[in-house]
């Protein structure tokens, strides 16, 4: 079976084995204050063109997501959100475990646009039984979205526009954020997204590391006391080198933005031979997923070799599936897939 | 200006306010624990025809959502809710703010079905990505809803078998009980309630009281430590007789639904204005809570002298408007309204 | 049996009774924006000395205790106490169920000073394990304390300086705050209080009102959105007219003042009936609370007449108790325990 | 500057790394249902000598104890723990942040005993008061404690037994675990903790992995639903077969005993280091830290070549400090460090 259902299937990039055994009897102090994890937020600062961002560097996505968001708001504020966001469907109500409401709006493809977030905010800002509900106080994206795809600059700017006006934090989920900007239609970098978000975080996990979210917070307020939160939800990592140590590798010499473009090759490899076969796809993307609606019979012959995912049946004879590449997929098995696929 | 904005614009019911005034200079223990909440607790049990029922008293709805469902819920745990809820939309996160989610369910008039129910849990419990779901454990109906709507017998039944089948709590929020039970078309008691529902509640602050809400527990796990959770969640009353007091005024001689059956009367007169003048309504019923579409400039003269609530424009020249109807409401200010109606 | 156990064993003074009698079928808004809210909010800022406080009418104290803290800490943060604090013993855990710890200091008579606080604040502020611990934010005391000690005007001075040297919030619960403005040995006054502490609360449950608390905010940051909070944990009453009815009443003509007076001079003269007889106390105070040290066998017999409150064995032989005035203490009743006393 | 400062300051031993190395490119199941994953449960299973436990795996100390006092307790239900417990002083309140409270028990070795939980758990089951506090579900120990200290076979069975007796839940911390069970004076196994307790931990972090933390769940009401909890709490590992694989080595040859005992041994080499020259201890132990009392001017000549914690002064002119081995500590160093204490 050659997978192809997530892009967490394998261990980390070799360099960054590398590198964790190299330092491994080495003494360090812990919980993220030791050289290692100096060297990687160093890197991301300069990559970010800020000095003045604070870099914290996390285990996984959902605690994350749950630290920024609970560090962020007081009791009687909530975050807008897609309704297809991670943090809204696949989290076991992570953000409400820490008291807070994510305010949904609705979404085809996974993004939400600066008009839905003006409108939301007025609605629970009309006085006076606004304070009768959930004061929106964040804004939730993520880039790449779960449906792999992407904000333009243009609507980035607008959201931290819309943001800014109504005094909202704008946080992007960088969970997949290389296969983000390597992607084809990319028009974001770093520095771009430093700029617009008040907070954001470049995954590890997903890209090329054993584990690791580097958080990067341009926002003063959200600067304060960052790292007891961290602590006290159970974020602070006692061998905190072990995340710098991998940062380190991925941003000192462009490792990070190599492994995604590989990713996101492969991915269109995929999608081409798709297309070329007549399919359709549930949503039109450049990055490492890729969504293709099959007939079922079809997509029953392809999980006898290979594992994806189930996205549901868009219509009696017809079920749309999810296909990930990653920096760890290698060039034969996606062949592979391709012959499959002209084969079907 | 004449208030029919909503029921709770008045004191308390003469009856009450005379036994408060009675018992004033009496002595007794706090925190529920005197007599009078025990007469109240033992004539509840009584109507209920259940003698196992656990009875408290609350002060207000918020309250006692946020308790009830904390009370039986484990952190993972959340609540379906029809998406027009009270908790949902109009108490600023209180089920958030105790770390659960609401599950909501789409509702056009309010109510939820059984049928929705089993869909959103089955949806749930899909293995293996079920514990990245927060997992419903608890469905909470309110009866009347927030758009003056009823349960029927057969679908309270059938939502109780759906519960039952799925290990699931069934919780309705009783504010406004009362104007449910006297309504017309009503075929739902107390006993059938205490039967069909884990736990619910019978409003008293809509319907007679100064304050106060009767929590009905039949399920005999969420019995346990009722109390602590009030106390904690700061509903614990220090002279919890005055909710004794109150209750006992309500249910010694069917004062509770005398009154309830005034307010639908005179919102039924309201009603057959409204349809005689050829409006049509929001959403159709026959308890305390009137919604109809008016043309703007309708609205626009009615609102000098009386207060009613904005529902929404249904389109560019109509509105959807509530009138609620009380204990309180004077049959002279119904013929006010009435005449202003047939004056449109 | 007459009640000595507490001073919330009788309803409200009968100039609250018939205010609410008065106005009872008025209608009026909901939530706290009638006009005797505003009324009462005014009273009170003008007894405070000062425009620009925010006031705030909720029902009970554990209620007014959670819902200030919780819109004051951010969730690392946490509130120094007295281990004799009643948010540290006798709330079931609502401030720790809000997600704050109780940071507690030891205290012989209920208070605790500015040394305390500020040892305390840094010895928390160790770097680097300071993020490791809970980052004390707030200071609570009560005045009276738990045990009917009161803070002078120097001490109360001391507790602001070092609360305002680290960025802390002081918050004074005044459950019993009349009792203790009126005693013999007070130099405190309201206007001292509102410019000393961040915010503070006037009690009304155990000084002549049915129930009801009256928060005064003094500090700008905790004056935003405190309405939301209120509503998001419960505490916002529907009809909050009853609020600021109650202390209208109380504070139009220095109400509150009297009847607090009344208490605090009944209890001095079963102390001096107790000191007469030779007795000592726990705690020397000079508030409605009294708590005298008796032989066991003395106890026993008082019980069987009166009903006061167990604190605790001292000795083999003697046991220490509490008794209770309040505004609604008659003074024959004051006379039997007297006669009792001496009889002993 | 050699590092005895705590046990944490390497990263993984090299038959861990090597594992890491060997599996890398392979791929898996997220989230902890790998093969790997389910060897090292079936390994620790086997040790215990339960076929009935379940086994988790979660990244950290902190991590681990907020989702096991989560998942076992409801709202208004606390933790007994020794003041010096992790969970009380070193975890920014992770607890309460849960919306639990702490309720300390004094200690002075960092143990406590069945008869002070059988003492607290009575003082708040004094009725009717008892629901005004936390209600005492669950009794937290550590072994070794914060203080290296372990507990014997009958201390253990005393703390089951007075939990049984009340239906409490007995927990143990075993973030050092092997350090405890290979001590010299230790008379537990892991058969007799899982019989004893109803949840521990074997913790990897401190013992020879470069993370990790085994929780063993006998009590069958704690198991349900655990990983929804782990999930939420952001404690759901993507490539879960990281900690698989890690525990995997060291339970598969008995690893983990080995390094344990290599720790205790050196350690016991310092201990007799540091009494030969004449110090006295803070506390008397046989695990892996060592409390010497020092004198001050030693303690500064020390730590210009060493580097060790400061645990406070215990009078003017002597200072307790802490000194770790581990499993990574060599031989030489120790030597080093013992060449140091017999020149001072």
Chains 1, 2, 3, 4 share one sequence.
Request: hydrophobic share 40%; aromatic share 10%; with cysteine.
């Amino acid at each position: 079976m050659i997978y192809f259902n997530c892009d967490y299937n394998e261990g980390a990039h070799e360099k960054i084995m590398e590198a964790l055994m190299r330092t491994n009897m080495e003494q360090s102090i812990g919980y993220g204050m030791d050289s290692y994890s100096e060297e990687a937020k160093r890197l991301i600062r300069k990559l970010c063109g800020k000095d003045d961002v604070d870099v914290h560097f996390l285990v996984g996505g959902t605690q994350t997501n749950l630290i920024v968001i609970t560090s962020a708001l007081r009791p009687h504020q909530g975050v807008l959100a897609a309704n297809t966001a991670h943090i809204n469907v696949h989290e076991t109500g992570a953000i409400e475990g820490c008291g807070h409401k994510v305010l949904t709006l609705p979404s085809e493809d996974g993004k939400i646009t600066a008009e839905q977030v003006e409108q939301a905010f007025l609605e629970h800002k009309n006085e006076p039984t606004a304070e009768h509900m959930v004061q929106p106080k964040m804004v939730y994206i993520s880039n790449p979205t779960e449906l792999g795809t992407i904000y333009d600059r243009d609507e980035l700017k607008k959201l931290h526009d819309v943001c800014k006006k109504y005094h909202l934090f704008l946080f992007m989920d960088g969970a997949r954020l290389g296969y983000g900007l390597q992607a084809k239609e990319n028009t974001l970098d770093l520095p771009c997204i430093a700029e617009n978000c008040d907070v954001f975080y470049i995954g590890g996990t997903k890209v090329g590391a054993l584990f690791g979210e580097a958080v990067v917070i341009s926002n003063d307020y959200l600067k304060e006391d960052f790292r007891y939160i961290m602590k006290q939800k159970g974020g602070m990592l006692a061998k905190g080198r072990l995340l710098g140590i991998q940062f380190a590798e991925l941003f000192r010499d462009g490792l990070y933005f190599e492994i995604s473009a590989h990713a996101d090759r492969l991915a269109e490899l995929l999608r081409t031979a798709f297309r070329e076969k007549g399919y359709t796809f549930l949503v039109e993307n450049t990055t490492n997923q890729i969504f293709p609606i099959l007939p079922i019979e079809h997509a029953e012959i392809l999980e006898k070799k290979f594992l994806f995912e189930n996205q549901g049946k868009v219509d009696e004879s017809h079920i749309a599936v999810r296909f990930c590449t990653s920096w760890a997929t290698k060039e034969e098995n996606v062949d592979q897939l391709i012959d499959a696929i002209r084969q079907l």
